[in-house]
């Protein structure tokens, strides 16, 4: 909200109290006050206030005059149904998955026009990705968020070709165009590919996690481009999505 602290007085407590936490992202803190409520775009005197109820409540800790999330907002977090379930379901192949490649596993899921990464397995010799559990990426710059983008509907992709692409490497997909082929193809295909589109030097291949005839989230193998042979990674990472896909439909 670029206009937050013209129109502080027009948010309510709630809204106040989520832009507080939502500040922490992508790392959770450690954060100084000041860099709090710069990012908030509030008071120093409101940041604060909501910070000390914050951490009366467990939601915040404040450690060496800095603060960070809670141990309150972990255990939240990790009974949130969907991301629950889905994440038992999916570790056993992504186990699977890792001891087949020795790469770097991804779980995401939609949120808006970005995958947020809900399991991540860390390959031995693998890169230092930009990708954290927990953390958020452009739908349009990677593998799993690719797959989520080509399954979610028209309405989505109209929104999302309406907009500039975000560009965050120079391989980065910015023409509405080139990316709206590409999205035919996964629809295809079932698989999304991403060659230095989020980080230059690493590539990725996707594939659907089906529940109840939609796609609720995408996993995705991640690695050097120099090791990257998508037909050995292809029919692992494929297998492994229709296992965990299998198992949600048990469940429902």
């Known amino acids: 909200m670029s206009s937050v602290r013209r129109n502080e007085e027009r948010l309510s407590m709630l809204e106040k109290t989520w832009l507080m936490l939502d500040a922490f992202r992508p790392t959770g803190g450690p954060l100084r006050l000041v860099d709090i409520a710069h990012r908030c775009q509030l008071p120093k005197s409101t940041a604060l206030r909501l910070l000390n109820d914050l951490t009366e409540l467990g939601v915040v800790v404040r450690r060496d005059g800095r603060y960070l999330l809670g141990r309150r907002l972990f255990e939240l977090g990790s009974i949130v149904p969907l991301e629950r379930d889905l994440r038992h379901a999916a570790l056993p192949f992504m186990h699977d998955l890792f001891e087949a490649t020795r790469e770097t596993i991804h779980l995401g899921v939609r949120d808006g026009l970005d995958v947020v990464y809900v399991e991540k397995i860390r ?115 494929k297998t492994a999505a229709l296992g965990v896909s299998r198992v949600l439909v048990k469940s429902l």
Request: glycine share 10%; aromatic share 4%.
């Open 123 to 237: 390959g031995h010799e693998s890169l230092s990705l930009p990708s954290a559990v927990g953390g958020r990426l452009p739908l349009t710059c990677t593998g799993v968020g690719k797959v989520l983008l080509a399954y979610s509907g028209q309405e989505l992709l109209d929104e999302v070709f309406s907009r500039p692409l975000r560009r965050l490497t120079p391989r980065s997909i910015v023409d509405a165009g080139r990316l709206e082929e590409e999205i035919g193809q996964i629809q295809v295909q079932g698989l999304a590919y991403e060659r230095e589109e989020a980080q230059l030097g690493n590539a990725c291949i996707a594939a659907p996690i089906f529940r109840g005839g939609r796609v609720v989230a995408a996993l995705s193998v991640s690695l050097p481009v120099a090791r990257f042979q998508p037909a050995r990674l292809a029919p692992a990472v």
